[in-house]
DNA sequence: GCCCTTGTTGATCAGGCGATCAACAATTGA
DNA sequence: TCAATTGTTGATCGCCTGATCAACAAGGGC
């Protein structure tokens, strides 16, 4: 009556399991937003038991929260990296083409989660707080640092970054839910953003 | 052994239960959110079981979307009866001035869910589509009118009408996580969609 | 080769969700 | 007054969620 050898879930050192975890729960946010991210759907991704997804992540609020947070800190970060050397314009231009270009439909779908589910999940929300600033702040530097250039007229460079993020957001938003993300707005961002920086309609395109 | 008289759930005409279960549904969006229109929840509200709202609404999923459906649709033609008469200007001005005053968060909290639940609701999807188009065709008619009267020099205006939805959403959305609601943007908007159209940055302040 | 540490499991709990159905009771019509 | 109609309930089902805990077993140290 011995139970048969398990044939789940080989012992492994704690590191490992745990980023295995981190990693299942990014790709399950990536795939099908952060409502996805549940005890039984990582433990099923992963291999083992939901109890022992439990035992890695006391909370899966703050599994949410954290999951959120390195999904669009990463990306931030990586886009900064790319752009970090050129001049206020170039950056400015790769920023708008980046992140309207279509192909980020599965960090919309991070996005739009956050904003419902932070309602319920304080962790989540003061994450997605934090982002938002830190997206603003790239924004508002590049702003900066063009109208030091005498490139851009941006009056209000801190007001002009947080309406670009809105308008940003609200268009990869509109364009998941209205066009299942794949949208053909050619280059309306690049050349309306333009406009608001004193840019000619092109300038970014 | 008999049970006591039940005390709730005076008994009601079909029409008027009905009725108070669609205006409770819409109290509860307004409120909390759509993902807080369940049938207990509604059941609590109205003074009922679970089970006469099931009765009456055989699918939650249903209920859901009409719900959303109505409470977007009427402030939409709350709106339009407002502005009906105006020139385009007057009418962009004073729409753009009612969606971004910060006094509508509760609309937000409807749209936000709307988007999250809307992947698995795909009815409560149907309806977030219409009512995008709905609005969307509001904008363009205004500034296509505006275009023919030669005020306004919108260019694509089907295109132009998507894009300020975007930002109003995304303003929206963004004000309601970051400040709970009530940003002070000043007229940040109205300013921005002036540029948009063509106008001065003043026109619909 | 054995023991002890510890990674992992199975079972289970409390709570939420939508949905169903026989039975009850309030009202209406005859 | 009695019977038929029908609005309403209580109980329950199946499925989901996060979370807990005793028991098991794999592996390293001795």
Redesign the interface.
């Known amino acids: 009556m011995s139970r048969p050898p398990s044939t789940r879930g080989a012992r492994k050192p704690p590191a490992e399991r745990s980023a295995e975890i981190t990693d299942a729960a990014r790709a399950l946010a990536l795939e099908s ?1 952060l ?1 996805a991210v549940t005890l039984r759907a990582l433990a099923q991704r992963v291999g083992v038991t939901s109890a022992l997804i439990a035992h890695y992540e006391p909370s899966m609020d703050a599994l949410v929260a954290r999951t959120f947070g390195d999904i669009v800190a990463g990306e931030l970060a990586e886009i900064v990296a790319l752009t970090g050397a050129l001049t206020p314009r170039e950056r400015l231009k790769l920023l708008v083409q980046t992140v309207s270009d279509g192909s980020r439909t599965d960090v919309t ?1 991070v996005w ?2 956050a ?6 999940n304080e962790q989540l ?1 003061a994450s ?2 934090e982002q ?1 600033d830190a997206w603003q702040g790239v924004l508002q530097a590049t702003f900066t640092a063009g109208a030091r250039a005498g490139d851009f007229s941006a009056a ?1 460079p801190a ?2 970054a ?2 670009v ?7 990869n ?2 364009s ?3 066009w299942g993300g794949a949208s053909d ?2 280059d ?2 690049a050349r ?1 953003i333009a ?2 920086v004193g840019l000619p309609a092109d300038a970014l395109s």
């Open positions: 937003g409502a779908v739009v989660d904003w419902a589910l932070g309602r319920r929300a997605v707080r938002m209000d007001q002009l947080w309406l993020l809105g308008l940003i957001d609200g268009l938003a509109q998941l839910v209205r707005r050619g309306l961002v309306t406009v608001l």
